[in-house]
């Protein structure tokens, strides 16, 4: 069990400098209307992160601090989860938070720093913030499937039914992608297809990397190839060489018949004849050349453009085409035997929703059968809180299957006979409200909760005999869990184990808030005070003395 051992307030509200010292058992808060009872208790919820929880600094600090020391020893529950957030454990935990100014706000566990979020989930863990009306709880409808389920410990029978529920749509995911599938089956030849091409291509990244830049040397050469083309088209060889040789032979004929002359040029035209041979196969190997590249050229392009369509197809870029065979044979493996796929996935569907119905319908009896035992529970104990002609009954409604079952949970009572049931956020009294609330709050408290609970004015509006009943009520809460309460009831006070009485105090012109630890003596008079007022007679006292030994008599 874990409990709250002392609470510090430094310069929040009224609270200049405050130390409160909190037991085991039933801690009661009483005082006169706006002496800061309440605010007290909202410290210690903004201390614990509790929602709804809002502090203002005193009028000339510039800064703040709650401090709160509690007891965790034999906390499993604390302990690991302090554990997994990288704290030492110890029976100890001492919580603290500064608030600047600015509203910033830093939060130290036993002096280490830790995250506000953490501190809201350690909250969650240690405290129970019973406000007047509990709006966000037993009045909200949608919490009372799970407080049904926790109070029967279903909560296996409800992991069992979200789990095949989960499972079921999952397969049904499964199910409408395989759909899609089918619908793609079509585009099974054009897939093999497109995987054969790939094949065909025998693609290789070297070649990949390199095809841009060897296909545009390729370009580059065949517009000079071109003229090379031309000029070899405007040669005519052997035309020429005739034309040379002719020449030639007429040169030597003029020798042959005596005519000797040194400038006749015949040796200069063998020379002009052997130079024109070297030319023509120069030319003749550049032609030869420049058609190899035309034909390589012719290659390439074709080859490229077999690849760019592949990627134009399938939308990928050029050096991705690698990794598109593969792709395309996971894709079409997905596709072959999808039919098969189907059948098998609606087969399992339909075993898990045959199983999911027996989980549904045998955690619905649960729920039915916890139902009438908790409507027993809570109708004992309205009885002692003077609701003797209530009844209260746990409405059960088919809905729609989901993860939580088939059932809507709906807690309803019948205040007076015949008034017909309606649910609890339509009680009109605020005193009967006040006491069905404390009833089924009793009823799903566990003595395994480890919490400390608080009330604040749960008695509200209530007194006499009525009154007498919820102290004693939490009273017998407080053998299990640590209950604080801020009341204005006597009879309720007087059932205290630790009473705490909060005043106003005007000092110099200041007020501030001062808490005071009361004795026996001190707590007899302070239950005189509640009983008559300021003026505290004999009788009043002997009253407050007669309540205070009934009070404890009666519990014991």
Not at 280 to 290: A, M, Q, R, T, W
Request: charged letters at 30%; proline letters at 1%; aromatic letters at 6%.
């Amino acid at each position: 069990m874990s409990l709250i051992k002392k609470l510090l307030v430094q310069n929040i509200f009224l609270l200049e400098s405050l130390e409160l010292e909190f037991t085991s058992g039933l801690n009661v808060l009483t005082g006169e209307t706006g002496a800061g009872k309440s605010i007290l208790l909202d410290c210690l919820g903004y201390l614990l992160g509790k929602k709804n929880t809002r502090i203002e600094l005193s009028s000339q600090a510039t800064s703040a601090v709650i401090i709160g020391e509690f007891q965790i020893q034999q906390n499993g529950v604390i302990s690991q989860f302090l554990s997994e957030k990288g704290f030492s454990v110890e029976d100890n935990l001492i919580l603290r938070q500064s608030i600047g100014a600015n509203r910033k706000r830093r939060a130290f566990l036993n002096d280490l720093p830790c995250s506000l979020d953490m501190v809201r989930q350690l909250g969650d863990l240690m405290l129970d913030l019973n406000g007047q009306f509990e709006e966000q709880g037993l009045l909200n409808v949608n919490t009372h499937r799970a407080l049904l389920d926790a109070f029967g410990n279903l909560q296996e029978s409800v992991r069992r039914v979200e789990k095949s529920w989960t499972e079921i749509l999952e397969l049904k995911k499964q199910l409408e992608n395989e759909f899609t599938k089918k619908d793609l089956v079509e585009n099974r030849d054009f897939l093999a297809k497109s995987i054969k091409g790939i094949i065909e291509l025998k693609l290789d990244k070297a070649e990949l990397d390199t095809m841009e830049e060897n296909r545009d040397k390729l370009r580059n050469a065949s517009r000079s190839n071109s003229g090379i083309m031309d000029a070899f088209e405007n040669l005519n060889r052997d035309l020429v060489e005739e034309n040379i040789l002719n020449v030639i032979k007429s040169l030597e004929k003029l020798e042959r018949k005596g005519y000797i002359n040194d400038e006749l040029p015949t040796e200069t035209f063998y020379a002009v004849l052997e130079k024109f041979a070297q030319a023509c196969e120069v030319l003749e190997n550049l032609k030869e050349k420049s058609a190899n590249s035309e034909h390589e050229l012719i290659k390439i392009e074709d080859r490229y453009h077999a690849i760019k369509r592949i990627c134009r197809t399938h939308d990928v870029e050029l050096d991705q085409i690698l990794n598109l065979q593969t792709s395309l044979e996971h894709e079409l493996q997905s596709i072959e035997g999808v039919d098969e796929k189907i059948k098998k996935i609606e087969k399992k569907i339909f075993v898990l929703e045959e199983e999911f119905k027996k989980e549904v319908s045998f955690l619905s009896n649960q729920r039915q059968e916890v139902a009438s035992k908790l409507d027993q529970k809570i109708e004992k104990e309205l009885k002692p809180l003077k609701l003797e002609l209530a009844k209260f009954k746990t409405d059960i409604l088919a809905t729609d299957n989901s993860k939580f079952g088939c059932d809507h949970v709906c807690f309803t009572t019948e205040i007076n006979p015949g008034s017909g049931f309606k649910p609890l956020n339509k009680i009109a009294s605020g005193g009967e409200l006040s006491r069905f609330l404390l009833a089924v709050k009793l009823c799903f408290l566990r003595s395994n909760s480890n919490k400390t609970q608080i009330f604040d004015e749960i008695d509200r509006g209530l007194g006499g005999a009525t009154a007498s009943a919820i102290g004693k009520r939490l009273l017998q809460l407080s053998e299990h869990e640590q209950v604080l309460v801020v009341t204005h009831s006597p009879q309720v006070a007087a059932y205290s184990d630790n009473h705490l009485k909060v005043e106003k105090i005007n000092r110099d012109n200041l007020t501030n808030t001062k808490v005071n630890t009361l004795d026996e003596k001190s707590l007899i008079e302070e239950i005189a005070r509640m009983l008559s007022g300021e003026l505290i007679s004999s009788e009043a006292l002997a009253a407050a003395a007669t309540l205070r030994n009934s009070s404890r008599n009666s519990a014991s």
